[in-house]
């Protein structure tokens, strides 16, 4: 990984005190390689990692962590920060109908994803929502709109043969203001390269419609042709957007940072599958670990190092080791959670933990919930919170009636128990522990 071919660089270093230029620009060769193989496009790798030296150069080497660590700190908060801190939802809460226009190459997943939003602004946002294809160029086009459009139970504009895009666009308007429609998507025609003809098209769509939105949709596996994608877009319409789509596949998601340094726009959601449900909100800090190849480590071991103690990680890893996590334990956990941003932000970086992913589902990550919990295994007797499995019928019924809550809450808690004891296996399995305890100072 990254990082250990950065601690190969840094060898020597170890308790020197500052990081020098010379050696940072050795870590940076590192930095540069690892971009590129995730499709970074070149200029803009040139320069972030300008960037990243500067930040890097004279910082003191922690005691605590080796020089190559601290560097992959230093350069993933300078990811995360070029690719945007905070995911910027929709801006739909216009006098209706608040207009999105979606624009991008062809097969880029354009429509897919025009009923992708369409779905979540229905169902999350509870907006009445119009979709139109504006799409006469590829057959059967304005079709698999309207297939989407019964799959997502979202209504389309009925189609009309022989009409030109403006004038379909022109319609749709219509359609949504006399309908009451609070929000309409424009999914407009691809283009195979830039094209000029499609181009003007498209402006001509945006005049009329005079879209709040103009999303740009990108493939992941977009690679250094990005830059040049990115830019003819955005020099042809105002965008305020990009989606990026198939995060689900091997993309290591370089071209999230291409696109968001050539247009400065925001990217607003990624796409994670064919389905109508894979859409989600863009999370900058695991995209950066993915470009960086770590995985969402790199901000759980953040977090993590913020808010645990060393002894405290340490006496917990030897009690799981031991097999013996019990209540005592996870009122620690659930205390340092709270601090963490909640369960979901704990489940959210660490994916395909299930267990907690359907907890937090379940509404676990409510702060009252963990309150409630304190409350619960405050009400437990010593013995109890180490030997949960002591907690028959009768006993749970005291331990609800003490702490104010119900029994079906205390068998929740005893589920969460079991799953977090699951976790934290999965944890140690990839070595988390040892390494997060390498960051505590
Ligand atoms: P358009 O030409 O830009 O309108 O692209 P389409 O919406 O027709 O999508 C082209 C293909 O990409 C279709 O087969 C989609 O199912 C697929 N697709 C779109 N978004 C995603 C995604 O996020 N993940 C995956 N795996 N496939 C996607
Ligand atoms: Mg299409």
């Given at each position: 990984?990254?990082?250990?071919?950065?601690?190969?660089?840094?060898?020597?270093?170890?308790?020197?005190?500052?990081?020098?230029?010379?050696?940072?620009?050795?870590?940076?060769?590192?930095?540069?390689?690892?971009?590129?193989?995730?499709?970074?496009?070149?200029?803009?790798?040139?320069?972030?990692?300008?960037?990243?030296?500067?930040?890097?150069?004279?910082?003191?080497?922690?005691?605590?962590?080796?020089?190559?660590?601290?560097?992959?700190?230093?350069?993933?908060?300078?990811?995360?920060?070029?690719?945007?801190?905070?995911?910027?939802?929709?801006?739909?809460?216009?006098?209706?109908?608040?207009?999105?226009?979606?624009?991008?190459?062809?097969?880029?997943?354009?429509?897919?994803?025009?009923?992708?939003?369409?779905?979540?602004?229905?169902?999350?946002?509870?907006?009445?929502?119009?979709?139109?294809?504006?799409?006469?160029?590829?057959?059967?086009?304005?079709?698999?709109?309207?297939?989407?459009?019964?799959?997502?139970?979202?209504?389309?504009?009925?189609?009309?043969?022989?009409?030109?895009?403006?004038?379909?666009?022109?319609?749709?308007?219509?359609?949504?203001?006399?309908?009451?429609?609070?929000?309409?998507?424009?999914?407009?025609?691809?283009?195979?390269?830039?094209?000029?003809?499609?181009?003007?098209?498209?402006?001509?769509?945006?005049?009329?419609?005079?879209?709040?939105?103009?999303?740009?949709?990108?493939?992941?596996?977009?690679?250094?042709?990005?830059?040049?994608?990115?830019?003819?877009?955005?020099?042809?319409?105002?965008?305020?957007?990009?989606?990026?789509?198939?995060?689900?596949?091997?993309?290591?998601?370089?071209?999230?940072?291409?696109?968001?340094?050539?247009?400065?726009?925001?990217?607003?959601?990624?796409?994670?599958?064919?389905?109508?449900?894979?859409?989600?909100?863009?999370?900058?800090?695991?995209?950066?670990?993915?470009?960086?190849?770590?995985?969402?480590?790199?901000?759980?071991?953040?977090?993590?190092?913020?808010?645990?103690?060393?002894?405290?990680?340490?006496?917990?890893?030897?009690?799981?080791?031991?097999?013996?996590?019990?209540?005592?334990?996870?009122?620690?956990?659930?205390?340092?959670?709270?601090?963490?941003?909640g369960l979901s932000g704990?489940a959210?970086?660490?994916?395909?933990?299930?267990?907690?992913?359907?907890a937090v589902a379940?509404g676990a990550a409510d702060d009252?919930v963990l309150?409630?919990?304190?409350?619960?295994?405050?009400?437990?007797?010593?013995?109890?919170?180490?030997?949960?499995?002591?907690?028959?019928?009768?006993?749970?019924?005291?331990?609800?009636?003490?702490?104010?809550?119900?029994?079906?809450?205390?068998?929740?808690?005893?589920?969460?128990?079991?799953?977090?004891?699951?976790?934290?296996?999965?944890?140690?399995?990839?070595?988390?522990?040892?390494?997060?305890?390498?960051?505590?100072?």
């Amino acid at each position: 990984s990254l990082s250990d071919r950065l601690n190969g660089v840094f060898d020597r270093l170890r308790g020197r005190g500052a990081l020098s230029e010379s050696d940072v620009r050795a870590a940076m060769r590192e930095v540069r390689i690892a971009l590129l193989e995730a499709d970074v496009a070149l200029p803009v790798v040139r320069e972030f990692v300008d960037k990243a030296t500067e930040q890097a150069v004279g910082q003191q080497v922690l005691r605590s962590v080796t020089p190559g660590q601290q560097v992959v700190k230093i350069v993933n908060d300078a990811l995360v920060e070029m690719l945007g801190s905070d995911a910027v939802d929709l801006n739909v809460d216009v006098t209706p109908p608040a207009i999105i226009m979606m624009v991008g190459l062809q097969g880029s997943g354009k429509t897919t994803t025009t009923a992708k939003i369409a779905k979540r602004l229905t169902e999350k946002g509870r907006k009445k929502v119009l979709m139109a294809s504006l799409d006469v160029n590829r057959p059967a086009a304005q079709e698999q709109l309207a297939t989407l459009g019964t799959q997502a139970s979202v209504a389309t504009l009925p189609i009309v043969a022989g009409q030109q895009p403006v004038d379909i666009a022109k319609r749709a308007l219509q359609a949504a203001k006399l309908q009451g429609y609070d929000v309409l998507m424009l999914d407009t025609a691809g283009r195979l390269h830039v094209d000029q003809a499609l181009m003007d098209e498209m402006k001509a769509v945006a005049g009329v419609a005079d879209p709040e939105e103009i999303l740009l949709v990108v493939d992941a596996l977009t690679g250094q042709d990005a830059v040049n994608v990115a830019s003819s877009f955005s020099e042809q319409v105002p965008l305020t957007g990009v989606v990026l789509t198939r995060m689900d596949g091997d993309a290591r998601g370089g071209a999230a940072l291409s696109m968001r340094h050539v247009t400065g726009k925001p990217i607003k959601f990624v796409g994670t599958g064919e389905k109508l449900d894979g859409l989600e909100l863009f999370q900058p800090q695991r995209v950066a670990g993915r470009i960086l190849g770590m995985g969402d480590v790199v901000s759980l071991v953040e977090k993590a190092a913020e808010t645990i103690k060393v002894e405290e990680a340490e006496a917990l890893a030897a009690r799981m080791a031991k097999g013996q996590f019990d209540m005592n334990d996870l009122r620690n956990q659930l205390k340092q959670m709270q601090r963490m941003g909640g369960l979901s932000g704990l489940a959210s970086m660490l994916p395909g933990i299930k267990q907690v992913k359907q907890a937090v589902a379940n509404g676990a990550a409510d702060d009252k919930v963990l309150v409630r919990m304190d409350a619960i295994i405050g009400s437990m007797t010593p013995k109890e919170r180490t030997k949960p499995e002591l907690l028959n019928a009768k006993r749970k019924i005291r331990v609800a009636k003490g702490s104010g809550t119900t029994v079906q809450e205390v068998n929740k808690l005893l589920k969460m128990h079991q799953d977090m004891s699951t976790m934290m296996k999965k944890v140690k399995k990839m070595g988390g522990l040892k390494q997060l305890g390498a960051l505590f100072g």
